[in-house]
């Protein structure tokens, strides 16, 4: 099992910035990358940005490119994803999850923080 804490959620004025952070702890050996997922009131879970274990290899969704950045503390097991520019259409619960290969099923996730973006 992997578990994962999430923190850093809160309100901010759209242009404004935050930094999400999430810990893993448990079978870490086993990850093979890292990600989040949002999903806003009334509409599905859409990815965000995933990084590799080694902190290399990240990708990001269309949607953030160039206003966010995901990032990772190899020696805290933690994974930060730095919001800029946000707008209100960012507004959504932010889930970490993890999986431990490449495919289309993230195997565990984090509790979730909430994310608002006022106009």
């Known amino acids: 099992q992997v578990q994962l804490v999430e923190s850093g959620g809160g309100l901010v004025q759209a242009g404004g910035s935050l930094r999400l952070s999430c810990v893993a702890s448990g079978r870490t050996f086993s990850i093979y990358d890292m990600g989040w997922i949002r999903q806003a009131p009334g509409k599905e879970r859409e990815f965000v940005a995933r990084?590799?274990?080694?902190?290399?290899?990240?990708f990001y969704a269309n949607s953030v490119k160039g206003r966010f950045t995901i990032s990772k503390d190899n020696a805290k097991n933690t994974v930060y994803l730095q919001m800029n520019s946000l707008k209100p259409e960012d507004t959504a619960v932010y889930y970490c999850?993890?999986?431990?290969?490449?495919?289309?099923?993230?195997?565990?996730w984090g509790q979730g923080t909430q994310v608002t973006v006022s106009s």
């Open positions: 999850a993890s999986r431990e290969g490449d495919y289309d099923v993230w195997d565990y």
């Open positions: 990084i590799g274990w080694s902190g290399s290899n990240t």
